[in-house]
């Protein structure tokens, strides 16, 4: 079995069990959030969408409400259900969530008008071969959305900061930094159209709740908050507020087109 076969069962392993507490984090139910991504394409009326390692749906939801069809993807059946129900009771007759992996994308080429893929470039054991497949998987006038959490430019920090969310979630591999991503974008001969860059802000208890660690791991990840709250090694700007520790993620959205096209 290949490095890329066990880090896929290992996603399965961890989705699987930590399906229904992940569908309920506020980063993965934010609707408001997940129509604000779909606006920043140009998904129509005539759009066909897919959503990559769509998670629970929701994005791919946002983008139903909006294109002719629409499909979320994903390796992790318990969140694709979850996808699955609450769409059926939405009434939802334009979408669709289908089995498969983003290292191989069981959809033909050049079949999408839109491609979006939010957070999870982080879970990529290979994210080149990831940004292949979804741009060969796209219409040559289409768009890709990625929106995900930077990883730190300096090495150090960026390291230590990967460390902390592989204690918390084993699927993690690395937070790409932006310099990281554009460099992976130009490999794929993909042009970034636009770009909007923010942050989100955490309580460390809630952020807990996304990966299930146990109380050995979480004792672990406190200390290293409650030191990066003096060092920020972490580059996370860990601090405490009224006895609440905290932090913050840097994160970017992408739009991309195949650069031929982002020239004309």
Request: glycine share 6%; with cysteine.
């Amino acid at each position: 079995m290949s490095s890329l076969d066990s880090h896929t069962k290992k996603i399965q392993k961890q989705f699987n069990r930590q399906a229904k507490e992940y569908a309920q984090t506020n980063q993965a139910k934010d609707m408001r959030a997940m129509a604000g991504l779909v606006g920043l394409t140009k998904t129509n009326a005539s759009s066909v969408t897919l959503d990559v390692a769509c998670g629970p749906g929701r994005l791919t939801m946002a983008f139903a409400n909006h294109a002719k069809q629409a499909t979320g993807l994903d390796v992790t059946e318990n969140l694709l259900d979850i996808g699955r129900a609450e769409a059926a009771k939405l009434e939802m007759d334009n979408i669709a969530f289908t089995y498969g992996s983003a290292l191989n994308i069981p959809f033909d080429s050049k079949t999408f008008d839109t491609v979006s893929c939010r957070a999870a470039f982080h879970h990529f054991a290979a994210p080149g071969q990831v940004l292949k497949e979804l741009a060969r998987v796209l219409k040559p006038e289409g768009e890709i959305i990625i929106a995900d959490i930077l990883g730190n430019e300096k090495t150090t920090r960026a390291a230590h900061h990967d460390a902390l969310e592989q204690l918390c979630d084993p699927t993690h591999v690395s937070c790409l930094s932006k310099t990281r991503f554009l460099t992976l974008f130009n490999e794929t001969g993909l042009d970034v159209t636009s770009t909007r860059f923010g942050s989100m802000d955490y309580e460390v208890e809630q952020w807990l709740l996304h990966g299930g660690p146990n109380d050995a791991q979480k004792q672990e990840i406190r200390s290293r908050f409650k030191q990066s709250v003096v060092s920020d090694q972490t580059g996370l700007d860990a601090r405490e507020e009224n006895g609440v520790l905290k932090f913050t993620h840097q994160t970017a959205v992408f739009v991309l087109a195949h650069a031929a096209t982002a020239k004309h």
